[in-house]
């Protein structure tokens, strides 16, 4: 692997890292967010055709 691949690699995946558990520039982090939700919370769909917090976690979990 080119080390400018690497490198960005690392560069993507440190930021991943910061957005879910550390101090991103944003504010909180999903860790953060996640510890304040409570489980009628993560079931519930503002509209029919919106995700519920709970199948968005899901994606994420599946993308990590």
Same mark, same amino acid.
């Given at each position: 692997?080119?080390?400018?691949?690497? /490198?960005?690699?690392?560069? #993507?995946?440190?930021?991943?890292?910061?957005?879910? @558990?550390?101090? *991103?520039?944003?504010?909180?982090?999903?860790?953060?967010?996640?510890?304040?939700? !409570?489980?009628?919370? @993560?079931?519930?769909? *503002?509209? /029919? !055709? @919106?995700?519920?917090? @709970?199948? #968005?976690?899901?994606?994420?979990?599946?993308?990590?």
């Amino acid at each position: 692997m080119r080390t400018s691949s690497k /490198k960005k690699i690392d560069e #993507l995946v440190g930021q991943f890292n910061t957005i879910y @558990a550390g101090t *991103p520039w944003y504010g909180d982090s999903i860790t953060d967010i996640l510890d304040q939700v !409570n489980e009628k919370m @993560a079931y519930w769909q *503002p509209t /029919k !055709n @919106a995700h519920s917090i @709970a199948q #968005l976690v899901w994606h994420m979990t599946y993308w990590r």
